[in-house]
């Protein structure tokens, strides 16, 4: 009620006046009836009524409420003051933008990856379900531990399988054949992750089922842009890999996996499968009430029964555990978040003291207007609300300007390299505005705006009445304890900018070492491509090596092709691993000899990527079916398993304990290649082992169809774009219309695979770079200022013959001191910060002795050039000038 009494005043005021008006014409018309003259009646009526002016305030004071009368009078005054100084008000306005901007970029990731939860109903019963060791965790299933987990329904609710989404199909059945992505999932898939079938349904759990049929769901954007959105199209065959599928079901748009999927089959794998091999994952929904601690307590006796069941698989330090599905698929990816996140609370910092050393010099300007007003009887409280509310003002717009500049500038940044941040989407389409980032812009406004406002507030409320209107107006300026305030402020921005900067350094530093990591091979001009096999056609051997074989002869006849290799992984994209026993040699109580890498390739994929021999020979079309089975091993597996001895002499046998599909005859060493980097750069090689594929059983070539794709090399004599479109044609032809994907160079591959590295650098070297140009304002500013409001006394000095070196100098010591002060905190205070970014690093300490000497020295440099500045003005004060103001 008070408040609707608030809101309309003016026309509510214009309202009272009309009525008032009204009355006093109808007691002069009263008056005039009782006969008397006009101006008489007036008169009389004007004395019945009162004084209308008197009445309109009281009505006004009725209508008001004192507290936001005071703020918006307070608000118009701030405007006023502001308006009055452009350039003050632009450059604080735009200091605050830059700290809030890089703040709501930098929140805007964390709310998307780590605080939006999954889009799923209920996605805190969601779990992954994990193997655990020793050496950590890592997701991962075969068929019986998903029936071992499948059996747990005390604690979840629904279990469900899915691959990795590697393998890729064909779309085919029209003039232009399509891969896509593929999934294949258990029959409760759908309903753990409460998909919304908007057309059809989801697989029956026969279909789902060994020879279930041939039965597919599609994503919504492949039923829009495959299928024209066709409403009937439940119950229509399409074509994948040649092979009749019917369609079920269209999922809705809102339904997003991890990986993104265009369709999804039924898994159909057989539930009294032995074979140990991990080639898909599987997530639950946990019961309701149910937590996580209550699951991994089941999880650790179904371990137990997992190993009386299937014998000695896992080994005793191994067990079974369950992790929110949200923290499976953010990863390691929150702490370098976080680390971020204090990166840029740092620049906030920074902008504040800039801030607040600046509104610590407009104060020191306007403390005669301030005991003015305290002389007219304005109130302590009342000073500090009214610059309050003008450091608010400055925050407010200033936080309105980052959040634009903010959002549209990691945006961008999104599009240049997301960084391979989950959750993120295509180019960082998932971030989006919403009202949390609206809330913290707002909050983090406010806060900084009674952070950077509260000390000169504070500062200038304390004005010393007397003797500040004793002061002549160009007198009364910095006082002792506020220039105390702003030195220590410039010191602090000094120390936060350093640290800011040492951290940008450490991980340049990270990024060319990486960069100078030789991956083992040559990456330059070798084009990569991935085809889809996972048809009925590639079930066996003989008929992946033909299609190489044709497909690698076809492009070998191309012109700009060296050449051509193919096979089941490439070096940084990864492969799979296996266990191995070496014939003869005692393994004691462990199940195998070790674990290495597995490639499957064919007979030039050394030449192709340039990968030396060191030892022995390289596959050639003498290893096929009917020769004695062969193997090459690595240079780390040769020192780690035969140290003293010659691996060339002893055989391998491969897959042990992984299941029939992996049995197979003892393989001879023929041969030792030098170690590539698989997984990552920054990744130690690990034993690999490598198998022609021609000799690889048809069992393991169907799996390995079904679950990765069959990646092409092909090494070119000049720039490896010129050719693909010969290349992919010449592909086609050789494999009956099959198209290709994901094609990239080696370079760009290599490029992928440090997209983490380059984002976190190119952020800290913008946070950096931002900390350490503020700063520079921040320490010239001071020191311009200082030199304002010593005119007069520099003017003396000159007058009494003192030199402008020696002027020079004395304001460059004062401002270099400060520096320096800030310098020393600064690589105190990163000596310790720097820790922080440990696991962030590679080739580098987090006490880095390049970052630690190169750093300061910048630092010095800079200031002492936004130092200098203020000094050579110094020197041309006219001493005449000076003293006649005086």
Not at 763 to 790: D, E, H, N, T
């Amino acid at each position: 009620m008070h408040l609707q009494r608030f809101m309309h005043r003016r026309r509510k005021d214009a309202d009272l006046a009309e009525e008032m008006s009204a009355h006093l014409a109808f007691e002069e018309d009263a008056n005039t009836a009782r006969g008397l003259q006009p101006k008489e009646a007036h008169r009389q009526a004007r004395l019945r009524f009162g004084n209308p002016q008197t009445t309109r305030e009281q009505v006004w004071r009725y209508r008001s409420i004192p507290w936001l009368d005071d703020i918006a009078r307070d608000l118009r005054f701030v405007i006023r003051s502001l308006a009055k100084t452009p350039g003050f008000s632009i450059i604080a306005i735009l200091v605050i933008a830059v700290g809030i901007g890089v703040n709501t970029a930098v929140f805007s990731v964390i709310n998307t990856v780590l605080l939006k939860p999954l889009s799923y109903p209920d996605p805190q019963a969601l779990v992954q379900l994990m193997n655990s060791g020793p050496r950590g965790s890592f997701p991962g299933a075969n068929v019986p531990k998903y029936n071992i987990w499948r059996k747990q329904t005390s604690v979840f609710q629904q279990v469900a399988g899915y691959d990795f989404g590697g393998a890729g199909l064909n779309l085919t059945g029209g003039d232009h054949p399509q891969q896509v992505q593929g999934i294949h999932v258990t029959s409760d898939y759908f309903a753990m992750f409460g998909a919304p079938l908007i057309i059809g349904r989801s697989f029956t759990a026969a279909e789902d089922s060994p020879n279930g049929g041939r039965n597919v769901v599609l994503s919504y954007s492949l039923w829009k842009s495959r299928f024209g959105g066709n409403p009937n199209i439940v119950g229509t065959p399409i074509q994948i890999d040649n092979q009749p599928y019917l369609v079920v079901g269209v999922v809705g748009r809102s339904f997003v996996t991890d990986p993104v999927g265009d369709l999804w089959l039924p898994f159909q794998f057989d539930p009294n499968s032995h074979d140990m091999a991990h080639y898909f994952t599987v997530a639950a929904r946990l019961k309701s009430g149910i937590t996580i601690q209550q699951a991994n307590a089941q999880l650790k006796l179904t371990a137990e029964q997992y190993q009386r069941e299937y014998g000695g698989a896992p080994a005793s330090q191994e067990g079974f555990s369950v992790i929110s599905l949200q923290e499976s698929i953010i990863g390691d990816t929150r702490y370098s978040l976080f680390i971020l996140f204090g990166a840029v609370i740092f620049v906030l910092l920074i902008a504040c003291a800039n801030v607040a050393n600046l509104l610590l010099a407009r104060a020191s300007v306007r403390k005669r207007e301030f005991a003015t007003r305290a002389a007219l009887g304005a109130g302590r409280a009342q000073i500090i609300r009214q610059l309050l509310t003008e450091s608010l003002a400055l925050s407010l717009t200033g936080g309105l300007l980052g959040l634009i500049v903010g959002f549209v500038g990691l945006r961008l940044l999104l599009n240049v390299s997301p960084g391979g941040i989950p959750r993120l989407g295509e180019d960082g389409s998932a971030v989006t505005l919403d009202a949390h980032i609206l809330i913290f812009t707002l909050g983090i406004s406010v806060l900084t705006g009674i952070l950077f406002g509260l000390v000169p507030a504070i500062s200038a409320s304390r004005t010393n009445l007397a003797a500040t209107l004793n002061e002549s107006s160009s007198r009364s300026g910095l006082g002792l304890r506020s220039g105390k305030i702003r030195s220590g402020l410039v010191v602090t921005e000094m120390a936060l900018a350093l640290i800011l900067v040492i951290g940008a350094g450490l991980l340049i530093r990270t990024y060319l070492k990486l960069q100078a990591v030789d991956p083992g091979f040559e990456t330059h001009n070798v084009l990569t491509m991935a085809m889809s096999i996972s048809g009925d056609r590639f079930q066996k051997s003989a008929n992946v090596d033909q299609i190489i074989r044709d497909g690698t002869d076809r492009l070998k006849a191309l012109p700009g092709v060296a050449n051509a290799a193919a096979g089941c992984c490439l070096p940084l994209v990864g492969g799979f691993g296996v266990p191995f026993d070496i014939v003869g040699r005692p393994k004691g109580a462990n199940r195998s000899t070790g674990g290495a890498g597995y490639y499957s390739v064919s007979g030039n994929y050394f030449d192709v990527f340039r990968i030396p021999v060191l030892r022995g020979r390289v596959f050639t079309d003498r290893d096929n079916a009917a020769s004695p089975n062969v193997v090459m091993i690595n240079e780390t597996m040769a020192k780690q398993y035969w140290p003293n001895g010659d691996p060339l002499k002893d055989r391998l046998l491969t897959g042990v304990g992984m299941g029939p599909i992996f049995a197979e005859p003892a393989r001879q060493i023929i041969g030792i290649v030098g170690d590539t980097h698989d997984g990552a750069l920054n990744e130690t090689p690990r034993p690999t082992m490598y198998f022609p594929v021609a000799q690889m059983p048809d069992a393991e070539t169907a799996l390995n169809s079904r679950v990765a794709p069959l990646w092409w090399a092909i090494r070119t004599k000049g720039d490896p774009h010129d050719v693909v479109a010969s290349i992919t044609a010449a592909l086609r032809d050789a494999t009956g219309g099959l198209p290709v994907a994901h094609v990239l160079t080696m370079d760009e591959i290599v490029l992928h695979t440090t997209a983490r590295q380059r984002f976190n650098m190119l952020l800290l070297i913008i946070f950096g770079a931002s900390g350490l140009l503020m700063a520079a304002i921040g320490v010239y500013g001071l020191m311009a200022y200082s030199v304002q409001q010593r005119t007069q006394e520099i003017g003396i000095r000159m007058a009494l013959g003192a030199q402008a070196s020696s002027l020079r100098n004395m304001v460059i010591r004062q401002g270099m001191t400060l520096a320096l002060l800030g310098v020393a905190v600064g690589i105190a205070g990163a000596f310790w910060l720097t820790r922080l970014l440990a696991s962030l690093l590679f080739g580098v300490t987090a006490w880095d002795p390049a970052a630690f000497l190169a750093t300061p020295f910048l630092l010095t440099a800079v200031a002492l050039l936004a130092i200098w500045i203020p000094a050579r003005l110094a020197t041309d004060i006219d001493p005449m000038t000076a003293l006649r103001s005086e």
